[in-house]
């Protein structure tokens, strides 16, 4: 049909189409996923002469890191971002935003909703400084956790370092990135 449904996504590079039959694509994922428990993605790919994104191969588990995530566009066409699966909610990790950052964009979706980040701006060093250093966080974080769940450390303590690390994903995604709700 030409006169295909999609939703419009703004980015540092122009406005991209997502058709409604990619999203019904990322929703089969999402249940693969749900079934497998693997995580489950695939590429964004548009051809050289058009805006309209294109799903590329599936892939699960570790497939889907990004060593290989460049190869999955067919030959006429580019990578311009990744979709992925979360078992829970569809909020970004760091690495996440930091793989969404560098190749423009990282759509997430579990069963509560999809969203896509977007970025906002041409690539910039110190913008990526600044999101591998909260990335780092992400790491600190994660070891507070640890120690919070052996009882290292009180409640308060670790809820203090989790709202003040949160705070700085909720920065870098107001600052870098546009935020579209697709589902
Ligand atoms: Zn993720």
Redesign the pocket.
Known sequence: MTNEKFIPIKSANGTYSLPFVVIDKMRDAIDKAHISGK?HGFNLCIEDNNNIIKPGDMCKGKECSIETAEFRCKENEKSIGIF???RKESY??M??LSMGYITGM?C?GSFEEIKCFARKNDLDALAFADIKNVEHKEKQTADHYSRWIHKEISDREYRNIYSKYKKEVDRIIDNYFNTIKVR
Request: hydrophobic share 10%; charged share 20%; net charge negative.
């Open positions: 995580e992925h699966t979360h970004p990790s690495s996440d990282n997430i």
